[in-house]
Each structure stands twice: as structure tokens, then as C-alpha cells.
């Protein structure tokens, strides 16, 4: 296995900090989309000085659950200051993955003119400049921040895009795809392969967001070639078997850097 030393130019990525706000919002909208997902459109004033800046923005959405209010987190999929309300809009795009989780529930049957409340986004931190490629690999669960990457890097850095656990390519748009290289794998192996096939230096930057587990192996992958920090953002966005994953939790519990 190749190794390299850590990259001597350390680059930073600017956080841009949001007010933090409690907002009640209501459906205006729904779109089956691709694969396991629908796109929910939430309108209303409780829109009124939303930003969302960064592709790894998140929002906290609230949902009752059986023991009280509960909150998961969701991707501001597209924020459009006047949509086709008349409003302002903002689409979060739902994995309906089959269980009675709170936030898979409510996608499920939502209908216009359902409320919900959410929280954010905290803040954003925008895509770093300077690299050279870019490899962006995403579960269901990470395509609507895997699209957020492709519209904010367009091609430059050189972008390859690998989706894995079902996450299907048609999510993207046709200018979406033709600014990628596309690879979409099946399983985890086949995810590990794939990654350990790709020419990875330290002008590469790397962003994955899906199921904890199967990000594990990519994540040592990486530490393991000595890819420097500010060159990877690995992001277990729910894990098999867990409620209400903690994001912020180490992703691979063995090795909490
Ligand atoms: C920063 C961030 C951004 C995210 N953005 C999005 C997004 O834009 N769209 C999106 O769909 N998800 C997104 N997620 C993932 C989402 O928060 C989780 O999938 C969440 O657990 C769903 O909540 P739930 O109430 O449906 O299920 P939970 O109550 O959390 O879990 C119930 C059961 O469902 C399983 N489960 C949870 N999620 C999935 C899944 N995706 N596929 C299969 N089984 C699952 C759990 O393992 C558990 O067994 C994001 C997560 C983070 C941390």
C-alpha cells in the first residue's frame, strides 16, 4: 500500500455561523423521487432568513415519537427564496427505508398543509478550494449531500462520485452527472474495492456521508495511506440496528480520533 507524509500546505474550510432557530413550516409540496426517496417541499414564513451555505449543512427536524419529541437530522436539499408557492421553499429529500422510524413515518404519509418544526442549520461549512480531485461517495441517505458537492465543486476539483447500498445515479440531474465520474457499487466489499482502486494523494480531497458500518474500512483505508484530516469527511448518517444515531459519535467506535 502506498503511503505519503502529511501534506505541508494545510488547508481550512470557512464556517460560516447561522442564528439558531426554532421554525414551524408546512408541506407544499411532494415528489416520489429515484430509488427510496421522496422530496418533501416545506413552505411558510417559518422560512423567512433561511441559509444554508455549505453541502454538509444539516437541519434538526422534530417528530413525536412514542416517548416524546424527537429530533433527526435532514439535508436542506434546495432552499429557493420564491418557489412555486409564491414563498419561500426548502426540499428535504427522505429515504423511506421500511421502518417505523419517526422521520421515514412522517415522510411516508405526508400530505400538504402537515406542519413540522426543525432547527438550523447551526451553521456551514463551505467546500474547501484547491484540491485537485475530489472523490464523493454516499448511501441513499447521503445523495442529497453528495448533490450539494457536485453543484458546489461543478467539476473543478476533478470529481469522481461512487454510490453505494442501493443509492441510485438518476438522483442526479443530467448537468449533475456530466460534471462527475461515475462508479456505483453494490455492497461494502465492493465499496472497499473501489476506494482502494482510486489514485488518492494528498490533492485529493475525500467526502462520504451513509451506513456507519460500511464506511468504517474506507475510513482506516484512508488513515492507513496517511491522508491528512483536512483531506477526508466521513460521516455516519445512520447506523443498522440504531434509533436516533448520534452523528456526532466516533464513526469507528475502535478509533474515536
Ligand atoms: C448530517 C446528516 C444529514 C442527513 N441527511 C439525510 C437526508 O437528507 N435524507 C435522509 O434520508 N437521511 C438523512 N440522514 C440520515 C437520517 O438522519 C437517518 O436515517 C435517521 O435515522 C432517520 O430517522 P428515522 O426516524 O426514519 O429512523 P430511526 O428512528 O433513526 O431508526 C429506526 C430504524 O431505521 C433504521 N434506519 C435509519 N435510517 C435508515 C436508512 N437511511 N436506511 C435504512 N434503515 C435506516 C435504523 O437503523 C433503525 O433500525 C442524515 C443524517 C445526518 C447525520
Redesign the pocket.
Known amino acids: 500500500m502506498r503511503t505519503f507524509p502529511l501534506s505541508s500546505t494545510a488547508r481550512t474550510r470557512e464556517v460560516v455561523r447561522h442564528e439558531l432557530r426554532r421554525r414551524r413550516v408546512a408541506v407544499v409540496g411532494r415528489l416520489e423521487l429515484p430509488g427510496s ?1 421522496v422530496r418533501i417541499t416545506l413552505g411558510g414564513e417559518g422560512l423567512d432568513g433561511f441559509t444554508s451555505l455549505g453541502p ?1 449543512d ?1 437541519v434538526k427536524l422534530f ?1 413525536d415519537g412514542p416517548d416524546g419529541v ?1 429530533g ?4 436542506p ?1 434546495e432552499f429557493r427564496a420564491l418557489g412555486a408557492s409564491s414563498g419561500p421553499e426548502l426540499d ?4 423511506v ?1 421500511g ?7 412522517w415522510a411516508s404519509a405526508a400530505v400538504e398543509g402537515d406542519e413540522l418544526e426543525f432547527g438550523g442549520p447551526r451553521g456551514s461549512r463551505l467546500a474547501p478550494t484547491g484540491f485537485r480531485n475530489a472523490l464523493l461517495i454516499a448511501d ?3 445523495l ?2 453528495l448533490r450539494r458537492w457536485v453543484r458546489a465543486f461543478a467539476g473543478d476539483p476533478i470529481t469522481h462520485v461512487v454510490l453505494f447500498g442501493g443509492a441510485e445515479a438518476g438522483f442526479l440531474d443530467e448537468t449533475e452527472l456530466a460534471t462527475v465520474l461515475l462508479q456505483v457499487v453494490e455492497d461494502g466489499q465492493d465499496l472497499l474495492l473501489t476506494v482502494e482502486s482510486q489514485d488518492i494523494d494528498d490533492d485529493t480531497f475525500v467526502w462520504a ?1 451513509g ?1 456507519a458500518a460500511a464506511l468504517v474500512p474506507v475510513r482506516r483505508h484512508l488513515k492507513a495511506l496517511g491522508l491528512p484530516k483536512e483531506n477526508r469527511s466521513l ?1 455516519g ?9 448520534d ?1 456526532h459519535a466516533p464513526l469507528d467506535p475502535t478509533d474515536p480520533d
Open positions: 426517496l454538509e444539516h417528530f424527537v433527526r437530522d435532514y439535508t436539499s428535504i429529500d427522505f429515504v427505508h421502518t417505523d422510524g419517526p422521520a421515514t413515518a441513499p441517505a447521503g442529497p449531500a456521508a451506513e460521516h448518517y445512520w447506523k443498522r440496528g440504531v434509533a436516533g444515531l452523528h
